[in-house]
């Protein structure tokens, strides 16, 4: 099919856009006062050479491109960064009504951890002197009834 006008209706690009920015996934994070923040179940440090009470609190914006590669700005400038943990535990996910029976059913399934004292905990080595009634019990030579 032939368009209605042979005229390009596509402009230039002007000398402050720039593609590669614009086409990212941005989401905005606050520096903590050690200067982390946390993407996707990571945590990443801020290096600078200023000092670290400047930038406490700073929103800055954390730019992921198509090919995984991320960007940490500040003022729309790149700022240098390390990881500094990766989070192990998974955190709580969010699951649907229809989903909700099925996980529960699940979580019901799995068998309960045991809890208490471990064997090696030096109450089970408690004994008690030889004329109480505990010992007697212990050692068979009293039997009490208990509800």
Not at 36 to 41: A, D, E
Not at 89 to 106: C, D, F, N, S, W
Request: proline residues 5%; charged residues 30%.
């Amino acid at each position: 099919m032939a368009p209605r006008s042979t005229e390009s209706a596509h402009r230039s690009l002007g000398k402050g856009e720039d593609l590669g920015r614009i086409l990212t996934l941005c989401e905005r994070r606050t520096l903590s006062k050690n200067l982390t923040l946390s993407y996707n179940n990571v945590i990443y440090q801020i290096k600078t050479k200023r000092s670290a009470y400047t930038m406490r609190q700073a929103h800055v914006e954390v730019r992921e491109r198509h090919t995984g590669e991320l960007t940490i700005e500040y003022k729309q400038r790149p700022l240098e960064y390390t990881i500094y943990q990766e989070q192990e535990q998974q955190q709580g996910k969010v699951i649907e009504a229809k989903l909700l029976q099925p996980a529960a059913a699940r979580a019901a399934a799995r068998p309960k951890q045991e809890c208490g004292p471990v064997p090696s905990n030096p109450w089970r080595r408690f004994y008690f002197s030889k004329n109480s009634l505990q010992a007697k019990e212990r050692r068979g030579e009293l039997c009490i009834l208990r509800k």
